[in-house]
């Protein structure tokens, strides 16, 4: 059973940075995809960004510019880096990953931006 941690999240004001990181109970380096995704109250989870085993990266059209997906095989660990936060970005953050047709999630991260 793979295990996902998230980590990084907190409280930052609108323009601020934060750095979130999902660290892996095994190695990464076969699973096909990871993925970031956010949940804000009221609203369905959505995907933020996602990249797979060979580094293609997918945005959300709402971050693209501003959030940067990437992982790093020998540490077991993918990162969601979020520049120019707005206050719309305020959510739970969850890290997923795709193991052929098994997926697996973290317990997620809050992220609030204030105005």
């Known amino acids: 059973q793979v295990q996902l941690v998230e980590s990084g999240g907190g409280l930052v004001q609108a323009g601020g940075s934060l750095r979130l990181s999902c660290a892996a109970s095994?190695?990464?380096?076969?699973?096909?995809?990871m993925g970031w995704y956010r949940q804000a109250p009221g609203k369905q989870r959505e995907l933020v960004a996602a990249?797979?085993?060979?580094?293609?990266?997918n945005y959300a059209d709402s971050v693209k510019g501003r959030f940067t997906i990437s992982r790093d095989n020998a540490k077991n660990t993918a990162y969601l880096q979020m520049n120019s936060l707005k206050p719309e970005d305020t959510a739970v953050y969850y890290c997923?990953?795709?193991?052929?047709?098994?997926?697996?999630w973290g317990q997620g991260t809050q992220v609030t931006v204030s105005s």
């Open positions: 997923n990953a795709r193991i052929t047709w098994q997926y697996y």
């Open positions: 095994e190695s990464i380096f076969s699973f096909n995809a």
């Open positions: 990249i797979t085993s060979g580094g293609s990266a």
